[in-house]
C-alpha cells in the first residue's frame, strides 16, 4: 500500500514540474514591439522559458541595444530564427 501511495505522489509531483516548466510565458509589450522592429515577423507565442528569461535580460542591458543590426542578431539567436 505504501508503495501505492508513493508511486501515486511522484506521479503528481513530476505532472505538476512538467506543467510549471511550460507554462507559457508573455513579454511586456514594450519588449514585443523592440522585438518586432528588430526581427520582423518572429513568432513570439511560444516562447520557452528560457527564451523569455533571455530576452528580459537582454532588453535588460541597453549595451545590447547600441546597434540595431547587433541587437536583430542576438534576439534572432535567441528566438531561433534562421
Excluded at 507554462?23 to 515577423?41: D, E, H, T
Excluded at 513568432?43 to 541595444?65: H, I, K
Amino acid at each position: 500500500m505504501k508503495r501505492i501511495v508513493l508511486a501515486a505522489a511522484l506521479v503528481a509531483a513530476s505532472t505538476v514540474g512538467t506543467l510549471a516548466q511550460t507554462a507559457p510565458v508573455a513579454l511586456s509589450s514594450s519588449i514585443q514591439s523592440q522585438i518586432m522592429l528588430l526581427v520582423p515577423g518572429a513568432d513570439l507565442s511560444n516562447l520557452t522559458n528560457s527564451q523569455y528569461a533571455q530576452l528580459v535580460t537582454f532588453f535588460g542591458d541597453s549595451e545590447n541595444l547600441r546597434t540595431r543590426s547587433g541587437a536583430a542578431q542576438q534576439v534572432s539567436v535567441i528566438l531561433g530564427v534562421q
